[in-house]
């Protein structure tokens, strides 16, 4: 899972599937890469369980799966308040230096 948002590709695609499901022709739409690369891209993701696919009609609509990006938002939660903590020690620290 860590492995599929390392990536600033896979990345804005997340962010783009933000606002609702979308074709994968239009989630590539701005992107400097090809629409494969896109496909590859979107495929990592689905192995990931990050995003999931339904068809209507002949296009594949993605999705956010809500479940996996709550584990990624629930793990990282856990480093955030540790670099706070450890950030106003740090500041407390230089703030009694002469």
């Known amino acids: 899972m860590f492995h599929a948002v390392a990536d600033p590709t896979r990345r804005a695609i997340l962010h783009r599937l933000r606002e609702g499901g979308r074709p994968a022709t239009e989630l590539a739409d701005g992107f400097p ?3 494969p690369a896109v ?12 995003v999931r696919a339904h ?16 584990d990624i938002a ?16 740090l500041k407390r620290h230089v703030e009694r230096r002469p």
């Open 39 to 50: 496909s590859r891209h979107l495929r990592v993701l689905r192995q990931a369980g990050l």
């Open 55 to 70: 068809r209507e009609g002949r296009r594949r609509i993605y999705e956010l799966s809500a479940e996996r990006i709550r």
């Open 74 to 89: 629930r793990w990282t939660e856990a480093y955030r308040v540790f670099w706070d903590e450890s950030l106003e020690s």
């Open 33 to 35: 890469i090809s629409r």
